[in-house]
């Protein structure tokens, strides 16, 4: 059987949730991070109709590459940096701006920027304000800003981040926390900042600065813990559907899938659709998490397997094999699916696996 599991990417929504960035943070400049293939949505795809942003940032060196060969005019962004000399001369020679958040990573820009005195460089500078992931340590701060601006080919091509690690909670006391040290930390660097990302963005002007760093809302899923992305006029990007490929009338008493985890109290149709975990749709789902079909939500019933979920839709007896089936999208929120799955919506866009056909909908770039 041919693949029936599809997820259609509207590119018009794309465009949308980038103009809700636009009119939320007017005085930023965008760094569209579209790291791990876009969050599932295609990297080159994404990127091509995003047009109008300013640069991109992405995790790892090749989608780094990928992404300045296809945009030789954009600020290209490298999060986490590099890790030897080599992996450094070569997105310097390419222009791509990798993240510095260590001392090793300035003893290595030191030794490159010596034998390529001549060379001018784009970097950012990461400073550890409370998340404790990657970047400065705030007692190093300034000896490391010393360090970088006494090489002549950083001059005036150096900006500053750090990260917000409880941004999704808008009310958490640890934002304006690393806001204020944040602040503080960079009051006398002459350089342009950056502190937010999509729930920061859309949390507090203040967390603003010169360039903000929106990825999951461009997709349309909420960056909050609470409420919905719709509560943001954020529009889902992917749709993600399926097909029946059987219907079944199941008596009560009977039992669905695998371990004979589900039975009927009284008698029902199943009908089976294609898709299951091997495509990305996550298997640890509640119980009853739904689908739409025709536009009516009706519960997935058993476990879902490598290829197949069941689905009962009771009494109802006018669907037919071929028929759509809505797993995500439009009127079925990814957040909502995320929550049934004890997940977050950036793991299951992240996750549709390459047995999913992708269709992108509405012109890449505009005319």
């Given at each position: 059987?041919?693949?029936v ?5 509207n ?11 636009k ?8 760094l569209?991070?579209v790291?791990a293939?876009a ?20 995790a790892?060196?090749?989608e ?22 080599i ?25 490159v ?31 490391a ?17 750090s ?16 806001f ?22 859309l ?10 760093r ?5 997709y349309g899923a ?46 029902t ?27 009516n ?29 809505l797993?995500?999208?439009e ?37």
């Amino acid at each position: 059987m041919s693949r029936v599991a599809i997820a259609s990417i509207n590119i018009d929504a794309l465009k949308h949730n980038v103009s809700v960035v636009k009119k939320a943070a007017p005085n930023s400049k965008i760094l569209a991070v579209v790291k791990a293939n876009a969050y599932g949505h295609g990297l080159l795809e994404i990127t091509n109709a995003l047009q109008d942003v300013d640069g991109f940032a992405v995790a790892h060196f090749e989608e780094a590459v990928k992404v300045r060969e296809a945009h030789p005019e954009k600020v290209v962004v490298l999060l986490q940096g590099f890790s030897d000399e080599i992996e450094l001369t070569l997105l310097l020679s390419q222009n791509i701006q990798p993240v510095i958040h260590s001392s090793f990573q300035i003893d290595l820009l030191e030794k490159v920027a010596a034998q390529n005195p001549s060379e001018k460089f784009s970097i950012w500078l990461k400073i550890d304000t409370g998340m404790h992931r990657l970047g400065i340590m705030p007692k190093d701060v300034q000896s490391a800003w010393q360090r970088l601006t006494g090489l002549t080919n950083f001059s005036g091509n150096i900006k500053v981040m750090s990260h917000l690690a409880n941004a999704d909670k808008v009310a958490h006391p640890n934002n304006d926390v690393q806001f204020e040290l944040f602040q503080n930390l960079t009051e006398d660097i002459p350089a342009e900042k950056s502190l937010s990302n999509s729930a920061g963005l859309l949390a507090k002007k203040k967390y603003h600065f010169d360039w903000v760093r929106p990825g999951i809302m461009l997709y349309g899923a909420s960056p909050f813990t609470y409420g919905s992305a719709e509560d943001n006029d954020l529009k889902p990007v992917m749709r993600l559907t399926s097909r029946i490929i059987a219907i079944n009338g199941i008596k009560k008493g009977e039992t669905v899938g695998y371990g004979s985890c589900w039975t009927p109290e009284k008698d029902t149709t199943i009908v089976v659709v294609g898709i299951g975990y091997g495509d990305g749709y996550p298997r640890q789902l509640e119980e009853n998490t739904p689908v739409l079909i025709s536009g009516n939500r009706f519960p997935i019933v058993g476990r879902v397997s490598m290829d197949m979920i069941c689905v009962d839709v009771g009494e109802t007896n006018n669907f037919a094999i071929g028929d759509e089936v809505l797993l995500w999208g439009e009127g079925l929120p990814v957040d909502e699916i995320a929550e049934k799955a004890s997940t977050i919506a950036y793991e299951l866009l992240c996750r549709v696996t390459a047995r999913v056909k992708y269709q992108y909908e509405n012109s890449i770039v505009d005319e």
